[in-house]
């Protein structure tokens, strides 16, 4: 048996953002997708290479080559529809491609927020469906089921992204921010600027990033002649009063200040903030690699050939993992067992009707051991539940 040394590693930085995860968070009419479409522009040759999947609109103003528009699958009422068609049509797709003949290196989500959406939608109607109820809330399945609504949305809401790095894709996260009230244990309390979504939404996206960029808008006040004032105006009686001019300027925040929280990374050399621009995020996250290459002696160049390979060596390693569940009937087995509980009771009895057809009985566990109609009994199963 290979013992655990055989599995010790090197690690080098990432120098590309198709082999990171990258989150922007910002307000309104920060300039979000805007950073999307301008970084990948600048960073990519060729438009193939990047993907967005718009859960939500906010891209119509914009001239982009590759977006799946996953919004318009469901309406308000029919949200899990958009979940449903990620999940099982465009994940598993761009799977088949990264093990066939990739296209696409990066991935876009705007916005993370919608997603938790869509995810928290299908889980209702799923559930719904599994136990004869209207849910109409995540905590409304916990407090009629056996099951924690809360848990079951961290695990839904994180595999077709785990999926798609696992297939080598890069991520790029787009979220809303918001103004947040803070309570600390002493009683004191601060506001800042932190994630709209919320905390079980956090662990999957904030908690998965390496680096965390956080646009926020500031404002100068400035006196008639365009400089910036330290204080108020008076007016002749000595009293305070609000200037007519200032000036607004969209920041990119890359570490934590007094009031913008969510920002950082798992970079050290990362400037507090910089002026908004896909240039100046481009060379912040090129600043920050090179701050981490202290022992190599490779260029940035070579690394990013190197990373390249790490990718597709990655992704046969998928394929390998993925042929030995269908070539091993225990695996297959296992497989089927972990599915049958999340079907409804006309769902299994669609299922054995089908195990009948196929091998003359209705238990698939009659089964063990026969590799083929194992196969039959997982594909049964799976076009069941995705139906």
């Known amino acids: 048996m290979a013992g655990f040394r055989e599995k010790v590693k090197s690690n080098k930085p990432k120098t590309q953002l198709e082999s990171i995860t990258t989150l922007v968070a910002g307000g309104w009419k920060t300039g979000k997708t805007r950073l999307w479409k301008?970084?990948?522009?600048?960073?990519?040759?060729?438009?193939?290479?990047?993907l967005l999947m718009a859960f939500e609109d906010g891209y119509e103003t914009w001239e982009l080559d590759n977006i799946v528009a996953l919004h318009e699958q469901g309406t308000d009422d029919t949200l899990w529809k958009v979940w449903d068609y990620f999940k099982k049509t465009v994940v598993p797709e761009l799977v088949k491609e990264a093990k066939d003949n990739r296209v696409t290196k990066l991935i876009g989500t705007d916005t993370a927020d919608r997603a938790i959406d869509a995810c928290t939608a299908w889980l209702l109607y799923d559930r719904g469906r599994k136990y004869g109820k209207v849910f109409a809330s995540l905590q409304e399945i916990s407090d009629n089921t056996s099951e924690n609504g809360w848990v079951i949305l961290g695990e839904e809401l994180k595999k077709p992204f785990e999926t798609l790095k696992n297939a080598g894709y890069g991520l790029f996260h787009i979220a809303w921010t918001k103004e947040k009230e803070t309570t600390l244990h002493d009683g004191k309390k601060y506001n800042s600027i932190q994630l709209m979504m919320n905390n079980t939404?956090?662990?999957?996206?904030?908690?998965?990033?390496?680096?965390?960029?956080?646009?926020?808008?500031?404002?100068?006040?400035?006196?008639?002649?365009?400089?910036?004032?330290?204080?108020?105006?008076?007016?002749?009686?000595?009293?305070?009063?609000?200037?007519?001019?200032?000036?607004?300027?969209?920041?990119m925040y890359f570490r934590p200040s007094e009031y913008v929280e969510i920002a950082g990374g798992r970079y050290t050399n990362l400037p507090e903030k910089v002026e908004y621009s896909a240039e100046n995020f481009l060379n912040v996250f090129e600043e920050a690699v090179k701050g981490q290459l202290k022992k190599t002696t490779q260029t940035v160049e070579e690394l990013k050939e190197e990373e390249q390979v790490e990718r597709e060596e990655k992704v046969k390693e998928l394929v390998e993992k993925e042929d030995g569940v269908n070539n091993n009937p225990d695996?297959?087995?296992?497989?089927?067992?972990?599915?049958?509980?999340?079907?409804?009771?006309?769902?299994?009895?669609e299922a054995s009707v089908e195990f009948e057809k196929a091998f003359k009985v209705k238990n698939y566990k009659q089964e063990k051991g026969n590799l083929e109609n194992l196969r039959i009994a997982l594909d049964i199963v799976s076009k069941i539940i995705e139906k």
């Open 38 to 50: 301008e970084v990948t522009e600048l960073h990519y040759t060729s438009p193939d290479d990047v």
């Open 201 to 251: 939404g956090r662990k999957v996206f904030e908690s998965q990033a390496s680096l965390i960029c956080c646009l926020f808008n500031e404002t100068s006040v400035l006196d008639k002649s365009g400089n910036e004032l330290d204080e108020n105006i008076k007016d002749k009686k000595g009293k305070e009063k609000a200037t007519n001019f200032h000036d607004t300027q969209t920041m």
């Open 331 to 349: 695996e297959l087995l296992s497989k089927i067992d972990k599915l049958i509980p999340t079907m409804t009771q006309d769902q299994k009895v």
